[in-house]
């Protein structure tokens, strides 16, 4: 993953984490008859949850074990559960920084590239080589500067 598309999603995630901030800020207390109960304000809770559940979807998708333990935990305005939404948050971000996202990279280029090929092959069917090749030598292009740049190898860009 490229530095600029690393230091955007660090970014993104430092200001989910300072929203976190801001709702545990607005801690209250309320008690029954049996239980004390911490709470933080709705708005800044639903500013965090949405926010954050948004990120984790555009990030790692719909099946993520981070977004579904997000949405497990963070179910209401209680000050334990917006800590356990930072948790969440805070795990995404060491990732994010150690670079272990890179291979969420790898697997939707990879998706990409298939749908090409398969584009190329409907070319070809229909009797379109050019553009068939033209595609074709696309991908093998894009795919070898994508290896290259992950292990390290100089390009040329012209």
């Known amino acids: 993953m490229s530095k600029k598309i690393n230091n955007v999603l660090i970014e993104r995630v430092n200001h989910l984490i300072e929203l976190a901030n801001k709702s545990l800020a607005t801690k209250f207390t309320t008690e029954d008859s049996f239980h004390w109960y911490n709470w933080v304000s ?19 998708g719909e099946n993520s074990p981070y977004l579904s333990q ?6 209401n305005n209680k000050y334990e559960q ?15 920084e150690n670079g272990w996202l890179g291979t969420l990279k790898g697997l ?43 292990h390290g190898i100089p390009i040329n860009e012209m």
């Open 82 to 96: 917006v800590l356990a939404g930072k948790g969440i948050i805070n795990s995404i971000k060491t990732e994010i």
């Open 42 to 60: 709705h708005e800044s809770f639903y500013e965090f949850q949405t926010a954050s559940q948004s990120f984790i979807l555009n990030v790692y």
């Open 70 to 75: 997000f949405k497990q935990s963070i179910v």
């Open 108 to 150: 939707m280029s990879s998706e990409i590239f298939s749908d090409f090929l398969e584009m190329s092959q409907h070319l070809l069917d229909e009797n379109y080589k050019d553009p068939a090749a033209v595609m074709i030598g696309s991908v093998l292009e894009e795919h070898l500067r994508q290896l290259s740049l992950k």
